[in-house]
C-alpha cells in the first residue's frame, strides 16, 4: 500500500528548492545501526539539526567492495550488535515520522534479494525512503530491481564513475531518479585530504550530459567544507559526505555525547559550503 | 543420476542462465568491457594460443598424464579409477593454466602492474611464477588468518618477487582478500589487471578462466579414449572456486552419459559456518560480482566458512557450477574433513602419490562411487594439486 503521509519525488523537489537558494545540497551519510541503535538515531537526528538536506543511511553487509577501511570499520561495528535491514527500515521510519527530510538508503545487492526486491522496497517505502543507491548493481543487471523501485515510488539513483562511457553515462542519467550519485574519483570511500582536479572534471563532464534534466550530486572522498564547495562551485547540485562522518562516530565511540556535538558541527561547516553566495575561500 | 541433454545456450554473454553477469561498483564496468574485448581477441588469434601452448608445455609441464590408479582401483574393487595428474605441473597444481593464460593476456594489454587474492597461497604462487616468468610485477592479497596458517607458501611468493599485502578486514581469510582486490583495481583501473584465480567473480572472468583450464578436460578426452577406447562412466573433481571441475567437465558437457561429479567441502558438518559447500548448503545471491550460490544469512550478510582445505574455504561458486546444478546437467556432493583426510592417507598408502587435502575430497568420494560401480565402468578424477604442501596440517591429525 502507498504510504500516503509522504509525497512522491520529495528528493527532486529539494533540489528545486535549494536551487531556488543558490544552494547546493548536502547529502550526509551514515551507516545504520552503528555503532548501536539509539546512538546511530541520536547521530542521524544530529545530521538533520546541522542541516543536512538530505539522509543517506547506509545498511551494513559483510562484503562491502565500494568501500574504504573507515566505513568497513562501521558496517562491522553494527553487524556484530545485530543491526539487519528491517532493524534499519525500522530506524529510517522512526527518524522519517519526525523530521521531513528525504531519506535515502544505500544497500549492496544480496541483503536486498535475500529480503525479496518486492518486499524489501515496499517495506522500505512504507519507513518513509525517498530514494535507493545500489553500488553493486549496475543498470545492465538492475532492470527487474528499476522496475520494481518504480512500483513503489523509491527514486532508482544509479551511480556514475570518471570512465563510465558517454553511451553509458546517457543510459544512466536516463534511468536515474531523484540524482545521479558521480563517484568522483578512482577507489572506494574514504576521507581524503584534498579533492583531485579528476573530480572537479568529472563533475563538468557528466552535468554536461545531465543537460539538466536530473540533479547530480558528487561522492567519494568529500570530507572538508573546501571539497564541497569546490563541486558545488563546478555545478554540481549536490555533495555527499560519507566516511568524514562515519569517522567522527568511529572517534567517539567512549563519549557518545561528544560524537553528536562533533557530527552537529562538522555538519553544519559542511552545509555552510554548499551555499553559492557563500564567501568560502 | 537422471541424463540431461547439452544444457540450453545460454541467455546472453556472461550468464549461465540466471547466474554470473557483473554485479559490481561502477568504476569496474569499462575496465570489464576492456579485459572482455582483450580476451577476445586473445583468444581468438592463431599466435596467441601458439604463445600460450607453449608455455603450457614448456614452462608448466602439459601435457600432464592420465594416470590408471591400478592399486586404488583393486583395493576399492569396482569402477577403474583414472587420476589426471594435475598434481605434476609446475607449482603443483592446475592454477599455473590459468596464470600463464591471463598473465600472457595482461602483457598483450600492455598492463605490467598485476594483483592477485590468493587463500591457501596456490594461485598466489601460481600467479607469482608466471608473472615472474613473463617479466611482470606481481602483488597479492592473502588475508592474515590465511598467512598465519600458509607460511611456506608466502614465503614461496615472495622468493618468487611478489609482494604480499595481509589482508585484515573482515573475517581475514579468502573472500576478504578478493574484497581487498576489487578494491585495489577499482583504485588503481588504469594501469592494473587483476589476475583472478577461479571461475568466480563478474563476466568474462567464470568464461574466461574455464577457458583456460579447460586444456584438462580435453586432454583427459583424448587420453581415455586411446587408453580405454570409450567415453568413462563419471568424472570426479573437487569444487572451490570451481576452476579445476569445470576445467575437466567442460570437454564432456555434451556426452549425457558421462556423469559429472563435483565435490564441495563438508568440513565439520552441514549446519551453517560449518563447511564451504554453497552448492549443497547454500542459497542463491550476489557475491564479488556474480550471481551464484552462497553461504549466507537469513538476512543476506555471506557467513564464514570452514573446510580443513585451505583451497576450497570460500562462500561463493563460479555461476556455471550454479547452473549446471540448476540444469541437472552435475550433480553436486561434499565430503567431511575427516574423510578427505582418509583418502590423503589412502592414495599416499596405496599409490605413493599425495594429494592436496583438495584433491583428496575428489579422491573421497571416488572411492565410493567407484565401489557402487561395475567393474566394466571407469572414472576419472581430477588430481588438482600435490599434498606437499599440506603435510604440516595433516600430521597434526593424523598422527603415526
Ligand atoms: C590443488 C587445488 N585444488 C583445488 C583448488 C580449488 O579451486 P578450484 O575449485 O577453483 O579448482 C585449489 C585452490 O587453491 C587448489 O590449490
Redesign the pocket.
Known amino acids: 500500500m502507498p504510504n500516503t503521509s509522504h509525497n512522491d519525488d520529495r528528493i527532486e523537489a529539494k533540489f528545486r528548492e535549494l536551487r531556488g537558494l543558490r544552494e547546493g545540497a548536502l547529502v550526509a551519510y551514515l551507516t545504520g545501526g552503528d555503532p548501536d541503535p539509539k546512538t546511530f538515531l541520536a547521530n542521524s537526528t544530529a545530521l538533520i539539526e546541522g542541516g543536512a538536506d538530505i539522509v543517506e543511511i547506509g545498511i551494513p553487509f559483510s562484503d562491502p567492495i565500494a568501500d574504504g577501511p573507515v566505513i568497513q570499520a562501521s558496517s562491522m561495528r553494527a553487524l556484530s550488535n545485530g543491526t539487519t535491514p528491517l532493524v534499519v527500515l525500522n530506524m529510517i521510519r522512526e527518524l522519517s515520522t519526525q523530521f521531513p527530510v528525504p531519506f535515502v538508503v544505500l544497500s549492496y545487492y544480496n541483503p536486498i534479494l535475500a529480503m525479496g526486491l518486492d518486499r524489501f522496497l515496499q517495506k522500505a517505502r512504507e519507513s518513509g525512503v525517498d530514494g535507493i543507491v545500489v553500488p553493486d548493481l549496475p543498470v545492465e543487471e538492475s532492470e527487474e530491481f528499476r522496475n520494481i523501485s518504480l512500483k513503489h515510488n523509491v527514486d532508482n539513483i544509479y551511480l556514475a564513475a570518471p570512465n563510465t562511457s558517454r553511451t553509458r553515462l546517457r543510459t544512466v542519467l536516463d534511468k536515474s531518479k531523484g540524482f545521479l550519485y558521480l563517484v568522483s574519483i578512482y577507489g572506494v570511500t574514504g576521507p581524503r585530504d584534498s579533492l583531485s582536479p579528476q573530480a572537479l572534471e568529472a563533475v563538468r563532464a557528466v552535468k554536461f550530459l545531465a543537460r539538466g534534466k536530473i540533479p547530480v550530486s558528487a561522492g567519494f572522498g568529500i570530507s572538508q567544507p573546501e571539497h564541497v564547495s569546490a563541486v558545488i562551485q563546478s555545478g554540481a547540485d549536490g555533495a555527499i559526505v560519507g566516511s568524514a562522518l562515519v569517522r567522527i562516530v568511529g572517534n567517539h565511540l567512549d563519549d557518545p555525547s561528544q560524537a553528536e556535538t562533533q557530527l552537529k558541527k562538522t555538519v553544519q561547516s559542511l552545509k555552510e559550503a554548499t551555499r553559492l553566495s557563500s564567501k568560502l575561500e | 543420476m537422471k541424463k540431461h541433454a547439452e544444457p540450453r545456450t545460454h541467455s546472453k554473454p556472461g550468464k549461465f542462465g540466471k547466474y554470473g553477469g557483473q554485479y559490481v561498483p561502477e568504476t569496474l564496468m569499462e575496465p570489464l568491457r576492456a579485459l572482455e574485448e582483450a580476451y577476445n581477441r586473445f583468444s581468438r588469434d592463431p599466435s596467441c594460443k601458439k604463445e600460450l601452448a607453449g608455455w603450457l608445455d614448456d614452462f608448466a609441464g602439459r601435457p600432464t598424464p592420465l594416470y590408471l590408479a591400478t592399486n586404488l582401483t583393486s583395493h576399492v574393487g569396482g569402477a577403474r579409477i583414472y587420476l589426471k595428474r ?2 605434476l605441473l609446475h607449482g ?4 599455473i593454466n590459468n596464470t600463464l593464460g591471463q598473465a600472457l593476456l595482461a602483457k598483450k594489454m600492455g598492463k605490467r602492474r598485476i594483483i592477485a587474492e ?6 598466489g604462487v601460481a600467479t607469482a611464477m608466471a608473472c615472474a616468468a613473463l617479466g611482470l610485477r606481481a602483488e597479492v592479497y592473502m588475508g592474515s588468518e590465511d598467512m598465519d596458517r600458509q607460511k611456506l607458501n608466502v614465503y614461496r611468493m615472495k622468493m618468487l618477487g611478489a609482494k604480499v599485502h595481509p589482508v585484515e578486514s573482515g573475517s581475514k581469510t579468502l573472500k576478504d582478500a578478493i574484497n581487498e582486490a576489487l578494491r585495489d583495481w577499482v583504485t588503481n583501473v588504469q594501469d592494473t589487471y587483476y589476475l583472478l ?4 567473480g563478474p563476466h568474462p572472468y567464470p568464461t574466461m ?1 574455464r577457458d583456460f ?1 579447460s586444456v584438462i578436460g580435453k586432454e583427459a578426452r583424448k587420453q581415455i579414449m586411446q587408453q580405454e577406447g570409450g567415453l568413462p562412466k563419471a568424472l570426479v ?11 575437466i567437465f567442460h570437454s564432456f558437457l555434451h556426452d549425457p552419459d558421462v556423469d559429472l561429479y563435483g565435490v564441495e567441502a563438508g568440513g565439520e558438518s552441514l549446519s551453517p559456518g560449518q563447511n564451504a559447500a554453497p552448492l549443497v548448503a547454500g542459497r542463491e545471491g550476489v557475491l564479488h560480482g556474480m550471481m551464484t550460490y552462497v553461504l549466507q544469512n537469513e538476512v543476506g550478510q555471506v557467513q564464514t566458512t570452514r573446510s580443513i ?4 574455504d ?1 562462500p561463493g ?2 555461476p556455471e557450477h550454479a547452473f549446471l546444478m540448476t540444469a541437472g546437467r552435475a550433480k553436486y556432493v561434499t565430503v567431511s574433513d575427516e574423510e578427505a583426510l582418509e583418502a590423503f592417507k589412502n592414495l599416499s598408502q596405496l599409490e605413493g602419490i599425495m ?5 583428496a575430497h575428489a579422491i573421497s568420494y571416488t572411492m565410493k562411487l567407484a565401489k557402487s560401480l561395475g567393474t566394466r565402468d571407469s572414472i576419472i578424477v581430477n588430481l ?3 599434498g606437499d ?1 599440506d603435510v604440516e596440517i595433516v600430521a597434526k591429525h593424523l598422527p603415526q
Not at chain 2, 118 to 123: D, E, K, L, M, R
Not at chain 2, 237 to 247: H, L, R
Request: with cysteine.
Open positions: 594435475e598434481d603443483g597444481a592446475h592454477k590468493t587463500g591457501a597461497g596456490q594461485h584465480g577461479s571461475v568466480v578462466v583450464q573433481a573437487c569444487v572451490g572456486g570451481g576452476s579445476n571441475s569445470i576445467g582445505s585451505a583451497g576450497l570460500y561458486v563460479g594429494p592436496a587435502l583438495e584433491s588438482s594439486g600435490r604442501k
